[in-house]
């Protein structure tokens, strides 16, 4: 079945700087992957996802790329604010269904 | 989007007994989905229900521990059973929206 790796679990980036955050999958028939954001105590929220017939995606400062021969994806976070700092979790979707497999999360700290 | 809710949003429960959690949609949904999500980790899927037919249980998941009900496309409802310290956790429901999965706000448990 597939399997999602993310790495690495615990970043910590200057204020104003970029912060990426990397997930490989092991299964070619993947075709979805989104990215969520749990802030602490909060249920997790999905900031933006990418599908497998593009390869990169950006809303205003976050972005997602898909390298479908690499089997991997990024999350790409440019000029980090304090309100950046959350567990982000990467995910992708084997099947046509909903069900999602989950990489195990990384904890974005920004420093001021 | 979906509209989630759960309750109890949190509980404290002595070792033993059972504790049911229910999730309520504000639209109808195929595929609802139940988590466990220990502190500082990833999302753990528990099972998928569907309305109709019986949940489909993940690998270390038992139907006599996490009885889940589905009457219809709305509601569904996770059973902690005989719990144990060990269920302390947090509990998320989520449904799947075009290839999106939303999260409930969570329940907290706590089992003494």
């Known amino acids: 079945g597939e399997n999602v790796e993310q790495h690495p679990s615990t970043l910590s980036v200057q204020e104003g700087d970029s912060a990426v955050i990397k997930c490989t999958y092991s299964d070619s028939a993947s075709n979805y992957f989104p990215w969520y954001k749990q802030e602490l105590g909060k249920r997790p929220q999905l900031i933006i996802d990418?599908?497998?017939n593009v390869g990169e995606k950006k809303d205003q400062r976050i972005a997602v790329t898909l390298n479908k021969t690499a089997k991997h994806f990024s999350l790409h976070i440019t000029e980090t604010q304090p309100e950046d700092s959350a567990v982000y979790f990467c995910a992708a979707n084997p099947e046509m269904g909903d069900q999602l497999i989950w990489g195990a999360g990384t904890k974005l700290i920004i420093k001021p | 989007s979906a509209v989630i809710s759960q309750k109890p949003s949190r509980d404290i429960c002595q070792r033993g007994t059972s504790l049911t959690i229910q999730c309520q949609v504000d639209s109808q949904v195929t595929m609802m989905f139940w988590y466990r999500q220990q502190p500082g980790q990833s999302l753990t899927l528990i099972a998928t229900a569907n309305q109709g037919s019986e949940a489909t249980y993940e690998s270390g998941f038992v139907i006599d521990k996490f009885p889940i009900s589905r009457p219809n496309l709305t509601f569904s409802t996770l059973t902690v059973s005989n719990m144990s310290p060990e269920d302390s956790s947090i509990y998320l429901c989520?449904?799947?929206?075009?290839?999106?999965?939303?999260f409930g706000p969570g329940t907290r448990l706590t089992v003494l």
């Open positions: 989520s449904v799947g929206w075009s290839g999106e999965q939303f």
């Open positions: 990418i599908r497998s």
